[in-house]
């Protein structure tokens, strides 16, 4: 059994490594679950949106990032969505989150490694731990910041302001 344990962790360790020193690319998949490198695009803003969520974040960091692409400073703003590897699964989740960020892109995040018949989440959810959403991943000419949802919307006593927040991001990459 410790065996088994060890074996599992050493896989997650080597899985994690590959992708956080890799980042020749930062690679996610459209609904036809073909790979889209998001390092095509010089500055963009991926909004984390799945399972354990606050719909009026939503609706503020949409009002956020709306607001400061009128200047055009992001050339892509996607949703990353983590459901079920199907077309229906994605059409539906599609349908739900365009009501809170109806000008997105969407994109999946499927990468998983199947460790003992249970499927462990290597890709972007895994890497940055996301259980509650929304967060962002800001990359700018092949450097990327992640944002968790307690840095925007954790602290309740402290209204963060979202627009400073992603533009202060965005002046230090």
Known sequence: ??????????VLFISRFEIIANRDSLSVHNIRKQT?????????????????ACKNCFEELNIAILSLNQNKIFDDIGVL???????????????Y???FF?????????????VFNKKVDVGFWGEYEVSITP???????????????DEMFGN???????QKLILNTLSQM
């Open 1 to 10: 059994m410790k065996l088994k344990i060890s074996f599992i962790f050493l």
């Open 36 to 52: 889209v490198d998001l390092f095509n695009n010089e500055v963009g803003i991926l909004v984390f949106a799945s399972g354990y």
């Open 81 to 95: 969505i983590n459901c079920k590897d199907n077309i229906i699964a994605k059409r539906e989740a599609i349908d």
């Open 97 to 99: 989150y365009s009501k």
């Open 102 to 114: 109806p000008k997105y892109n969407y994109y999946f995040d499927s990468t998983y490694v199947d």
């Open 135 to 149: 967060s962002l991943l800001i990359y700018k000419n092949r450097k990327i910041r992640f944002i968790s949802y």
């Open 156 to 162: 309740a006593a402290t209204k963060v302001d979202l």
